[in-house]
């Protein structure tokens, strides 16, 4: 099976996660939707979309992949991934962000975790973190057994 893993980062969490599901998978072709364009999806049978989590919204570069590929997106085996600190407000988070017959038709649609560095946050994004979890050091919350989990519903 082809794979096509695309990704929106603010910081790096996303494209670890990517990497790790890549990993996993093997063979799987990663690209960063930050970078401009995107890879035509015929030749991929799978395709694999993450992005951060900001103020419980995704990426505005996921979003638009989304709003322009959704019908070709149907078509495919689908996945979806979301990172962020907040595991609690996955399934929001999910539905707020996307449509319902995109989310309907992903073989899977995870929260895989994330990272929070204060030396890549702003000044705001430290106190939005420490309001919400209460902590303001490094924090890495990525599962490896989560993202294990998704690997195998996207390979079978």
């Known amino acids: 099976m082809n794979t096509l893993i695309l990704y929106a980062t603010k910081h790096g969490a996303v494209r670890e996660?990517?990497?790790?599901i890549a990993d996993s998978i093997g063979g799987a072709?990663?690209?960063d939707l930050k970078q401009g364009g995107s890879?035509?999806?015929a030749g991929f049978d799978c395709v694999i979309i993450g992005s951060s989590l900001y103020a419980e919204s995704i990426r505005k570069e996921a979003k638009a992949f989304l709003a322009k590929n959704a019908d070709a997106l149907r078509?495919?085996?689908l996945g979806l991934f979301l990172s962020g600190m907040l595991p609690d407000e996955a399934e929001k988070c999910f539905d707020n962000n996307f449509r319902?017959?995109?989310l309907q038709?992903?073989?899977?649609?995870s929260f895989l975790g994330g990272i929070f560095d204060p030396q890549k946050a702003g000044a705001f994004g430290r106190i939005l973190m420490k309001a919400a979890t209460k902590q303001s050091g490094y924090i890495d919350t990525i599962s490896d057994e989560k993202i294990a989990?998704?690997?195998?519903?996207?390979?079978?």
Request: charged share 25%.
């Open 149 to 156: 989990q998704f690997a195998v519903t996207m390979k079978t």
């Open 17 to 20: 996660i990517a990497g790790r």
């Open 29 to 31: 072709v990663l690209h």
């Open 75 to 77: 078509e495919k085996k």
């Open 39 to 41: 890879p035509s999806l």
């Open 105 to 109: 038709s992903a073989n899977a649609a």
């Open 100 to 102: 319902k017959d995109i």
